[in-house]
């Protein structure tokens, strides 16, 4: 595969005591600009501004309204991206900000926009870092299992700039039978060529209160790539250096394809 996407959490990117994982920052640059390097197209889609945003404003607890939730999302996804840029920078790779809304799917000339945007910049050797537009699309933080997800979101770009793969690397090393965090003797897929009902109830959509991000949204990811007749990974963030392995063809975490 020569084109991906890249999907991070906001997980992966910060520490458990709700600091910046500057490691993580340096690691992906890393990677991602080797992989740049040696052919690969890459595009990144991070979550995280409003991690880095509480990280940077010292808030302890997530804001409870959206219009506060906007405001930490607008100074942390400039600090994430002053991140992403500085670290990069080490390894001579030049990164772009494109900011998503609901408009690329709704209106033919923003989906022709964007498209173009990410062309033009793949092509000039910069790395396109996506993110929703916090900010501007209100209803985005408020019911993340819209298109509020980046998850979906990942799946959509991919959808679009017909990339060959979606890794998508999380605080989990794949799909399981069950939710391996409640259950130690869950088992992991290692691969998966449909996403139906059956699926759906394994990532926990039943008895779930709150039905938000998980490993829900990450299955309507896959379902929409695999309906398109694409390919997602699914395996852990921890160490971004996995990117090397899962493309080199070896088998980590759950691979999604219809074949
Ligand atoms: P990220 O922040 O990396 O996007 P999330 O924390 O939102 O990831 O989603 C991954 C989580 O989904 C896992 O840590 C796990 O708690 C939960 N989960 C629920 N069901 C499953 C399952 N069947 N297999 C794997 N993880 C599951």
């Known amino acids: 595969s020569k084109r991906i996407v890249i999907k991070i959490g906001t997980s992966s990117i910060m520490k ?4 910046v994982n500057y490691q993580q920052f340096d690691r992906l640059a890393y990677v991602l600009s080797s992989l740049h390097k040696s052919g690969k197209e890459i595009v990144l889609v991070s979550s995280g501004a409003i991690g880095v945003g509480m990280d940077k404003l ?14 930490v999302a607008a100074v942390g996804q400039s600090e994430m991206m002053n991140l992403y840029s500085r670290f990069f920078s080490h390894y001579k790779q030049t990164v772009g900000q ?40 209100v209803d985005e933080l408020e019911h ?9 979101l990942s799946a959509l770009v991919a959808e679009i700039i ?19 965090t409640k259950y130690p003797d869950a088992t992991l897929f290692h691969t998966i060529n449909k996403v139906d009902e059956e699926e759906m109830v394994l990532a926990g959509e039943r008895g779930s209160t709150f039905g938000t991000g998980g490993m829900i949204t990450k299955l309507k990811a896959a379902r929409h790539l695999l309906a398109h007749n694409q390919e997602m990974v699914l395996a852990s963030a921890e160490d971004p250096t996995i990117l ?14 219809r074949e």
Request: aromatic share 8%; glycine share 8%.
């Open 162 to 180: 017909q990339a060959d793969l979606l890794i998508m690397l999380s605080d989990v090393d794949g799909f399981y039978d069950k939710n391996p």
């Open 16 to 19: 458990s005591d709700g600091t």
């Open 58 to 71: 010292y808030l302890t607890e997530r804001p409870k309204t959206i219009r506060e939730q906007q405001a």
């Open 244 to 257: 090397f392995d899962i493309l080199a063809g070896i088998e980590i975490g759950t691979y999604f394809s």
């Open 98 to 137: 494109i900011l998503m809304t609901r408009d690329i799917v709704e209106f033919p000339e923003s989906h022709k926009n964007v498209v173009n945007t990410f062309e033009t910049l793949i092509g000039m050797g910069i790395i396109p870092i996506v993110n929703e537009n916090d900010a501007v699309a």
């Open 144 to 152: 993340e299992t819209k298109f509020g997800d980046n998850d979906q």
